[in-house]
């Protein structure tokens, strides 16, 4: 690691206040060097791998990095803060800043050696040491390893990095129950004394997007959790210096499985059959002890995995510790993830429909008993039809994947089965809402049963599809599918009633809906609620001005900073400029995530800002009576659009709106800003809300 840091890439009295600020004066130490070649472009980067997961860990430590074609060679800048930046960490801010720097084509070898040093981290005399270190060039040794020794930190921190090398290439690293702790001692006697006993075995993948840091903390987390546990615990780190995989035999040895990822695990059915858990990488970081207990316990009940596709983060049916409402929103996330390209290709399909061939399509003979090559009608109505089956799948799997983000793959049969139940009985949306939710539930608890060891491997296929699916199948036709139904059919009737000025405040409430949280749970429930609406063959009015007014009010946030940063670029950073050219596209799109750069940066400006502007968008939208049978395309789809003019009349005023709120909010904050002495106020407040300050 000589040559990836030096005395001039260290700053032990970083002044930044923001983690964009920190990450612009350590890129600047690399531009300065010649190590990153283009300074804003690089500051993209790492802030586009920021936008994808918070970079700060427990203990106060922040990581900011990424691949970049504007990097020359792999480089490490270090940064101490005297009074903490917000990198997103669960336990406040952090005082130690890694910035780690990888050119695109980063050769195995040197991000063999960034691994090293994202496992030293873990190490807490490393970290005490990086804290206590009185001049740069002892840091930039102490980092590298080759300090000399004035404690044990820098001796334990380099006899790790020497092994860290040798992990991040075999992935066979064992943290076996050794002399390493009372508990591994404590074992090794026992085992002295009954041979026949072993310690509990485990295999762990740990994987994150960048795959540079969290991979291989995750997995020095959790190998000294293992030894503390007196468990044997095998890694393999599916980085981007790329993955071995672990031994067969190895696999076939364990007792349980611990997946720590935020990617998708390669060839994750080699873990078949196996106690697993399954969590953000994060959580292996700062949480293994409770993982391997987790597990354990799962191993314990006979709990076994099916070797399903991997689960993104969204899918997951949430990590131990972690409220209902935090769960329930993550299960029914899972369902709107996969619906929403059934709505996307299924709408778009039938908006084309209509557009070519006029109203009347819906009413067009099947295409299998009549269509005619060379007419215009004929491919109308392929496209209506075509879209229409693609709209059938909307509530199955709505359905199916709420429970599949319960009960992962067994959840499935029973929840697509309850969707298209929900579909027979007229029940709709909230029917497959209440399917999804009681199909998991079942599941789950059909799995905490303690089943013979002989029956263990036909559970997934057989027992559990078959039990869950005749108790969910029970309860929609018997039970609770007539009041679903009702309740679907008053919500649509009143619906079909609203007008006036109870359409149009309905219009306000969805806009800010969609504008509170930008992508998130609020904007996707207001969206979901609008494409349940026209998700049928022939959709009222009222449904279409719904959905109109939805997409009016989700374009205007990423259109009104684009707006923002080319009428004022001065109250915005480089960065934020740079994110400004692209949020045209993105609001033009109807992509709302397209605002949440600035959202993280300045949350008590931006969102109450476009709040207000998708609020009068909504309105004046239903105001208008624009309707729209299309569930998305922006700006794509205005032909497609009822009173296409008064529509984007509505869109303009609510972007000009949000603009000149966000302009005067920042303003007034620069003002405020220049009227103070000194920055200290600022720090001050930011330690105490936890929001940025101004660079």
């Given at each position: 690691m000589s040559d990836m840091i030096t005395a001039d890439l260290v700053d032990l009295d970083l002044s930044a206040d923001t983690k964009e600020a920190a990450a612009r004066a350590l890129a600047e130490r690399m531009v300065a060097l010649g190590r990153v070649t283009d300074l804003d472009g690089f500051l993209a980067d790492v802030a586009a791998r920021e936008a994808q997961m918070p970079t700060g860990l427990d203990g106060g430590i922040g990581i900011p990095h990424c691949r970049s074609e504007h990097v020359t060679e792999p480089t490490l800048a270090f940064g101490r803060s005297a009074n903490g930046i917000d990198f997103g960490a669960a336990d406040g801010p952090a005082d130690l800043i890694f910035l780690i720097a990888a050119p695109a084509g980063a050769d195995d070898a040197h991000l063999t050696i960034l691994s090293s040093l994202a496992r030293q981290l873990m190490n807490t005399e490393f970290t005490d040491a990086l804290r206590s270190v009185g001049d740069a060039a002892a840091a930039a040794a102490l980092i590298r390893g080759d300090e000399p020794g004035e404690s044990e930190a820098p001796a334990d921190a380099d006899s790790q990095d020497t092994e860290a090398p040798a992990d991040a290439d075999s992935q066979d690293t064992v943290a076996s129950a050794g002399a390493a702790s009372?508990?591994?001692?404590?074992?090794?006697?026992?085992?002295?004394?009954?041979?026949?006993?072993?310690?509990?075995?485990?295999?762990?993948v740990t994987s994150c997007p960048t795959g540079i840091a969290h991979t291989y903390m995750a997995a020095e987390s959790l190998e000294n959790a293992g030894r503390e546990a007196g468990v044997e615990v095998t890694v393999e780190t599916q980085g981007s210096a790329g993955f071995t995989r672990l031994d067969p035999a190895v696999i076939a040895a364990a007792d349980a499985v611990i997946f720590a990822h935020d990617v998708s695990v390669r060839e994750k059915d080699r873990f078949a059959g196996k106690p697993t858990v399954d969590v953000g990488v994060k959580a292996g970081i700062n949480r293994p002890a409770e993982l391997i207990a987790e597990v354990r316990e799962k191993a314990a009940r006979g709990e076994v995995s099916s070797g399903s596709a991997p689960a993104t983060p969204v899918e997951r049916a949430g990590e131990s510790g972690e409220g209902y409402g935090t769960k329930l929103r993550k299960w029914l996330m899972s369902g709107v993830s996969y619906m929403v390209p059934f709505v996307a290709a299924g709408g778009l399909l039938i908006a084309l429909g209509f557009a070519i061939g006029g109203y009347k399509v819906d009413k067009a003979p099947s295409v299998m008993d009549h269509f005619m090559w060379m007419q215009a009608d004929s491919w109308a109505a392929l496209l209506f039809q075509i879209g229409g089956v693609a709209f059938g799948f909307l509530v199955p799997v709505l359905a199916g994947y709420i429970a599949y983000g319960m009960a992962d793959r067994p959840g499935l049969v029973p929840g697509f089965v309850g969707g298209s139940i929900a579909l027979t009985i007229n029940a709709g949306f909230l029917g497959g809402l209440a399917a999804g939710l009681i199909a998991g539930g079942v599941?789950?608890?059909?799995?905490?049963?303690?089943?013979?060891?002989?029956?263990?491997?036909?559970?997934?296929?057989?027992?559990?599809?078959?039990?869950?699916?005749?108790?969910?199948?029970?309860?929609?036709?018997?039970?609770?599918?007539?009041?679903?139904?009702?309740?679907?059919k008053g919500m649509t009737d009143w619906l079909n009633s609203l007008s006036g000025s109870n359409a149009i405040l309905l219009g306000a409430l969805l806009g800010l809906m969609m504008c509170f949280d930008l992508g998130g749970p609020v904007n996707k429930v207001a969206y979901t609620f609008a494409t349940a609406g026209i998700a049928v063959s022939n959709p009222?009015?009222?449904?279409?001005?719904?959905?109109?007014?939805?997409?009016?009010?989700?374009?205007?946030?990423?259109l009104a900073m684009a707006l923002a940063t080319t009428v004022r670029g001065k109250l915005f950073n480089q960065t934020e400029r740079e994110n400004?050219?692209?949020?045209?596209?993105?609001?033009?799109?109807?992509?709302?995530?397209?605002?949440?750069?600035?959202?993280?940066?300045?949350?008590?400006?931006?969102?109450?800002?476009?709040?207000?502007?998708?609020?009068?968008?909504?309105?004046?939208?239903?105001?208008?009576?624009?309707?729209?049978?299309?569930?998305?395309?922006?700006?794509?789809?205005?032909?497609?659009?009822?009173?296409?003019?008064l529509y984007l009349v509505a869109i303009a005023a609510g972007v000009c709106v949000t603009t000149a709120l966000v302009v005067v909010l920042k303003g007034m904050r620069k003002q405020a800003g220049a009227a103070t002495p000194s920055g200290e106020g600022a720090a001050a407040a930011a330690a105490e809300t936890k929001q940025p300050v101004a660079a």
């Amino acid at each position: 690691m000589s040559d990836m840091i030096t005395a001039d890439l260290v700053d032990l009295d970083l002044s930044a206040d923001t983690k964009e600020a920190a990450a612009r004066a350590l890129a600047e130490r690399m531009v300065a060097l010649g190590r990153v070649t283009d300074l804003d472009g690089f500051l993209a980067d790492v802030a586009a791998r920021e936008a994808q997961m918070p970079t700060g860990l427990d203990g106060g430590i922040g990581i900011p990095h990424c691949r970049s074609e504007h990097v020359t060679e792999p480089t490490l800048a270090f940064g101490r803060s005297a009074n903490g930046i917000d990198f997103g960490a669960a336990d406040g801010p952090a005082d130690l800043i890694f910035l780690i720097a990888a050119p695109a084509g980063a050769d195995d070898a040197h991000l063999t050696i960034l691994s090293s040093l994202a496992r030293q981290l873990m190490n807490t005399e490393f970290t005490d040491a990086l804290r206590s270190v009185g001049d740069a060039a002892a840091a930039a040794a102490l980092i590298r390893g080759d300090e000399p020794g004035e404690s044990e930190a820098p001796a334990d921190a380099d006899s790790q990095d020497t092994e860290a090398p040798a992990d991040a290439d075999s992935q066979d690293t064992v943290a076996s129950a050794g002399a390493a702790s009372p508990a591994a001692a404590t074992v090794n006697d026992d085992s002295a004394a009954a041979p026949e006993e072993r310690p509990f075995r485990i295999v762990a993948v740990t994987s994150c997007p960048t795959g540079i840091a969290h991979t291989y903390m995750a997995a020095e987390s959790l190998e000294n959790a293992g030894r503390e546990a007196g468990v044997e615990v095998t890694v393999e780190t599916q980085g981007s210096a790329g993955f071995t995989r672990l031994d067969p035999a190895v696999i076939a040895a364990a007792d349980a499985v611990i997946f720590a990822h935020d990617v998708s695990v390669r060839e994750k059915d080699r873990f078949a059959g196996k106690p697993t858990v399954d969590v953000g990488v994060k959580a292996g970081i700062n949480r293994p002890a409770e993982l391997i207990a987790e597990v354990r316990e799962k191993a314990a009940r006979g709990e076994v995995s099916s070797g399903s596709a991997p689960a993104t983060p969204v899918e997951r049916a949430g990590e131990s510790g972690e409220g209902y409402g935090t769960k329930l929103r993550k299960w029914l996330m899972s369902g709107v993830s996969y619906m929403v390209p059934f709505v996307a290709a299924g709408g778009l399909l039938i908006a084309l429909g209509f557009a070519i061939g006029g109203y009347k399509v819906d009413k067009a003979p099947s295409v299998m008993d009549h269509f005619m090559w060379m007419q215009a009608d004929s491919w109308a109505a392929l496209l209506f039809q075509i879209g229409g089956v693609a709209f059938g799948f909307l509530v199955p799997v709505l359905a199916g994947y709420i429970a599949y983000g319960m009960a992962d793959r067994p959840g499935l049969v029973p929840g697509f089965v309850g969707g298209s139940i929900a579909l027979t009985i007229n029940a709709g949306f909230l029917g497959g809402l209440a399917a999804g939710l009681i199909a998991g539930g079942v599941v789950i608890a059909i799995q905490k049963v303690n089943i013979p060891a002989a029956l263990r491997g036909i559970m997934p296929v057989v027992v559990i599809p078959l039990i869950s699916s005749a108790i969910v199948g029970f309860l929609m036709f018997v039970v609770i599918g007539k009041p679903i139904a009702e309740a679907q059919k008053g919500m649509t009737d009143w619906l079909n009633s609203l007008s006036g000025s109870n359409a149009i405040l309905l219009g306000a409430l969805l806009g800010l809906m969609m504008c509170f949280d930008l992508g998130g749970p609020v904007n996707k429930v207001a969206y979901t609620f609008a494409t349940a609406g026209i998700a049928v063959s022939n959709p009222s009015d009222s449904a279409m001005k719904i959905m109109a007014a939805v997409m009016a009010a989700g374009m205007v946030p990423p259109l009104a900073m684009a707006l923002a940063t080319t009428v004022r670029g001065k109250l915005f950073n480089q960065t934020e400029r740079e994110n400004g050219k692209a949020a045209w596209v993105l609001g033009a799109s109807f992509i709302s995530e397209g605002a949440i750069p600035f959202a993280a940066a300045d949350p008590l400006r931006v969102i109450p800002a476009s709040m207000a502007g998708g609020a009068i968008t909504g309105a004046l939208s239903m105001a208008f009576g624009a309707t729209l049978r299309a569930p998305h395309g922006g700006i794509f789809v205005v032909p497609l659009i009822g009173n296409p003019l008064l529509y984007l009349v509505a869109i303009a005023a609510g972007v000009c709106v949000t603009t000149a709120l966000v302009v005067v909010l920042k303003g007034m904050r620069k003002q405020a800003g220049a009227a103070t002495p000194s920055g200290e106020g600022a720090a001050a407040a930011a330690a105490e809300t936890k929001q940025p300050v101004a660079a």
